[in-house]
């Protein structure tokens, strides 16, 4: 159980384009998601917290009108860079959390690459 | 938030066991410990958590300080798929989000 799904695995995008990642939770309902942005050899940065049904909550430093973050369902949240620039070409790792537990559930992450 | 503290990097044998330490000296009272690896170009994964008492379950064991200052993720038995970055977590009620440090890189030799 406490699945986890991101789509798409990888996205390849021009410059000024944006892209839409989804995370769903395939077998429980994810009150609160997170999403994490990854760069090479680096440790995952939380970029964002997001409550079904509410506005998400945007870490310092994360621009709010550039990462879009949906959470219109309990299994479903997603992630529209918009805009998209070569510096944004990232691992985006997605993970979920049920409103009676600690414990969070991760996505595989979806690799865009900007060119 | 309460921080923890991680070697960069560890190296072990394959079929030895791994201890993997973890300092968090400013862990409240009501922060649970998390650990959590992370394959190459995969998302973390789940290894174990606890809040005072020493834990085991399939993949590992954690065992925890009596002051809950420090703890430590053992794998009784490495294999080569145990090769990954190792990240220990603070979180509970009043911090619900994870923050992840730089976490440990294990190396595992045949």
């Known amino acids: 159980g406490a699945v986890v799904s991101q789509h798409p695995s990888w996205v390849i995008c021009k410059s000024g384009t944006s892209v839409k990642i989804e995370c769903r939770s395939l077998?429980?309902?994810?009150?609160?998601m997170f999403w994490y942005r990854q760069f090479p050899k680096q440790s995952l940065m939380l970029m964002a917290t997001?409550?079904?049904?509410?506005?998400?909550?945007?870490e310092q430093g994360v621009e709010k009108d550039k990462f879009l973050i949906n959470h219109a369902s309990l299994t479903l949240s997603t992630l529209t860079v918009t805009s998209a620039h070569p510096e944004d070409s990232s691992f985006y790792i997605c993970?979920?959390?049920?409103?009676?537990?600690?414990?969070?559930?991760f996505g595989p992450g979806t690799r865009l690459t900007v060119t | 938030d309460a921080k923890t503290t991680q070697p960069n990097s560890m190296e072990s044998n394959e079929e030895e066991p791994v201890h993997l330490p973890c300092n968090h000296s400013?862990?409240?009272?009501?922060?649970?410990i998390h650990w959590y690896r992370q394959l190459p170009s995969q998302g973390p994964e789940y290894v174990i958590h606890g809040l005072t008492s020493n834990v085991n379950n399939r993949m590992a064991s954690l065992a925890i300080a009596e002051d809950r200052k420090s703890s430590t993720l053992i794998l009784h038995r490495a294999t080569l798929r145990d090769a990954a970055v190792y990240y220990c977590i603070l979180s509970g009620s009043g911090n619900n989000d994870m923050r992840f440090g730089a976490g440990t890189r294990l190396t595992v030799k045949p």
């Open positions: 997001s409550n079904e049904g509410s506005k998400a909550t945007y």
């Open positions: 993970s979920a959390r049920t409103g009676d537990s600690y414990e969070q559930y």
């Open positions: 077998d429980f309902q994810a009150t609160t």
């Open positions: 400013t862990i409240s009272g009501t922060d649970y």
